[in-house]
């Protein structure tokens, strides 16, 4: 047992005392993690109180901004040397993270009057999963998944952080949402243990598809009633392709909404971001909301900040900066409206092609609604050795998930490109 640091201590006191649920649910390293008083603590006091000179920062100034060479200051000649060049505090920039609060409520109804943190933000969604691992999971806890997932979940949980992960059919016999298998489970895990971990994907990741809000209903009433049997549970929802839906009657807002303020024993975490929503993979700005409320972040923001510190130190300051930038534009809408329509435009021709009778023999497709993906279920043939024939003759790429089932990300795919696609795979069945 590691002798905890008394900072460590005093930070858990305070977490305690404003939600024992989340200092119950707290990893061993989590309970661990402070903001030493130190080179970090002092920089921060100083970059608050030090209105003269602040001599505190592992940083150069040149005239009263950031130190730069000209050379690449001329690809981003808008923004001013700061908002480039300069350290991001730990926790993002604080203006990115309040307007992502206020778009988050704009575009989830159920937000509107609840109490949940200001985002924080993360070098890329995956560094958002990780800092959760971090922060809540210990080898042993359980983790409920369904058995169609990102395989990110069992790297980041299972491999390294030592959870123990329990599964579900993500779909029932009729190919809709397994709600009761999922309660079931849940059900049998809350039994035997007190802390529960659970992640929800809608749109889900591989197969696209999205809840609607009777699923929606079901699933959190699930949890609740877990939670309602004394479990404490930590629910990840991960909403990496938020926004992505091309069906009318699906869910068009996050589960997140509906299960802050729940219940005391549910404590739901958001990972969502700029990869997907604002269509920027390499600015690798992520973020992490909380449904707890300001005085129950102040605590666990200060364990955030331990845990950014020694991992990436902090998302990067251009990347941030344009992201923001962009929100604030008279375009952003309507651009954001247009990538959105190409991609609705290439998952309904997905679906026009992929129901076609010449393919019935050889496949049938799983319900995808949203995202970038869908699956098909080959009903002969072997998954891998369909996709390697692909790979070799034809020079195309898909992915295989186990022995029957194909991911095909048709937000990769231009729409004009789509039949052949369909009609290349069904070869490679035949061959």
């Known amino acids: 047992m590691i002798e905890l640091n008394p900072l460590a201590i005093e930070l858990n006191e305070k977490i305690q005392s404003v939600n024992p649920v ?17 080179i970090l603590s002092q920089s921060m006091e100083a970059n608050l109180k030090a209105y003269r000179l602040n001599a505190t920062r592992a940083a150069a100034l040149e005239n009263d901004s950031a130190m730069h060479l000209e050379s690449s200051r001329g690809f981003a000649p808008e923004f001013a040397p700061n908002m480039i060049y300069s350290y991001a505090p730990a926790l993002g920039q604080i203006e990115l993270r309040k307007q992502w609060k206020i778009q988050m409520i704009a575009e989830n109804p159920t937000l509107e009057g609840k109490s949940f943190g200001t985002p924080i933000v993360t070098s890329g969604m995956t560094h958002g999963f990780s800092l959760i691992g971090d922060l809540f999971v210990d080898e042993g806890d359980v983790l409920v998944l369904p058995d169609k997932i990102w395989g990110n979940y069992q790297s980041i949980f299972g491999r390294k952080h030592g959870a123990e992960i329990v599964t579900y059919p993500f ?41 609607n809000s009777e699923e929606a209903r079901q699933t959190t ?26 069906d009318g009657d699906v869910l068009h807002e996050s589960i997140f909404g509906w299960l802050t303020n729940l219940h005391p024993n549910i404590i739901p975490v958001k990972i969502d971001g700029a990869t997907k929503q604002e269509y920027a993979w390499g600015l690798r700005v992520g973020f992490l909301t909380f449904g707890l409320d300001e005085e129950e972040m102040k605590p666990l923001e200060e364990k955030m900040i331990a845990l950014i510190r020694v991992s990436t130190s902090g998302a990067a300051q251009l990347s941030q900066t344009m992201v923001y930038q962009a929100m604030g534009t008279p375009e952003y809408k309507s651009e954001k409206q247009q ?82 696609l369909f009609d290349t795979i069904a070869e490679a069945i035949r061959a």
């Open 171 to 211: 779909f029932n016999s009729q190919y809709r949402l397994n709600t009761n298998g999922f309660s079931e489970r849940l059900m049998q895990a809350g039994e035997q243990h007190k802390k529960l971990i659970v992640i929800l994907n809608f749109p889900h990741n591989p197969t696209g598809y999205a809840i």
């Open 221 to 246: 009433q699930a949890i609740k009633r877990v939670a309602e049997g004394g479990s404490q549970l930590l629910i990840i929802v991960d909403d990496a392709y938020f926004g992505l839906w091309y």
């Open 22 to 38: 989340v200092f119950d649910l707290l990893s061993s390293l989590g309970q661990r993690s402070y903001v030493s008083r130190g």
């Open 339 to 420: 990538k959105y329509e190409i991609l609705k435009a290439r998952a309904l021709k997905v679906r026009e092609v992929v129901y076609a009778a010449s393919y019935t023999e050889l496949w049938e497709a799983y319900p995808f609604q949203a995202g970038y993906f869908m699956c098909i279920r080959l009903k002969q043939g072997n998954a891998e050795v369909v996709r390697q024939h692909l790979l070799d003759e034809y020079g195309i790429g898909i992915v295989s998930l186990g022995d029957n089932d194909l991911r095909i990300a048709y937000s990769c795919v231009e729409e004009s490109e789509i039949q052949s």
